[in-house]
């Protein structure tokens, strides 16, 4: 599966941006599909996943901000990122797995290119 992400942009502290990851050709709803993020001079972090039963699960640090959400319809998962902090700007990438347990470990075997969020202070 190929995925695109974007949505990507410029915010102040405090504001929000929503994120998107498309799908193609495959689908999407069958897949666990992640968010990940890596800031300059970080390592790549997990941030949040949703199953292809809908569920969800979220890191401490964007527990309350952030919120994942899946369009079916659309072949598109969603990031909802509120109370946007300055600690949070990174490239966000998305990927998905048949297996929740590779995006758990940060091992996803499909990966988006990646978009890149700038909060500023």
């Known amino acids: 599966v190929q995925l695109q992400a974007s949505g990507g942009g410029l915010v102040e502290t405090g504001g929000s941006l929503r994120l998107s990851c498309v799908a193609s050709p495959k689908r999407l709803d069958l897949f666990t599909v992640g968010w990940f993020r890596q800031a300059p001079g970080k390592e790549r972090e997990g941030v949040s996943y949703?199953?292809?039963?809908?569920?969800?699960f979220y890191e401490e640090f964007v527990q309350g901000r952030f919120t994942i959400s899946r369009d079916n319809a659309k072949n598109t998962v969603y990031l909802e990122m509120n109370s946007l902090k300055p600690e949070d700007t990174a490239v966000y990438y998305c990927?998905?797995?048949?297996?929740?347990?590779?995006?758990?470990?940060?091992?996803?075997?499909?990966w988006g290119q990646g978009t890149l969020v700038t909060v500023s202070s």
């Open positions: 990927a998905a797995d048949l297996f929740t347990s590779r995006v758990q470990s940060g091992g996803p075997r499909n």
């Open positions: 949703i199953r292809a039963d809908g569920s969800t």
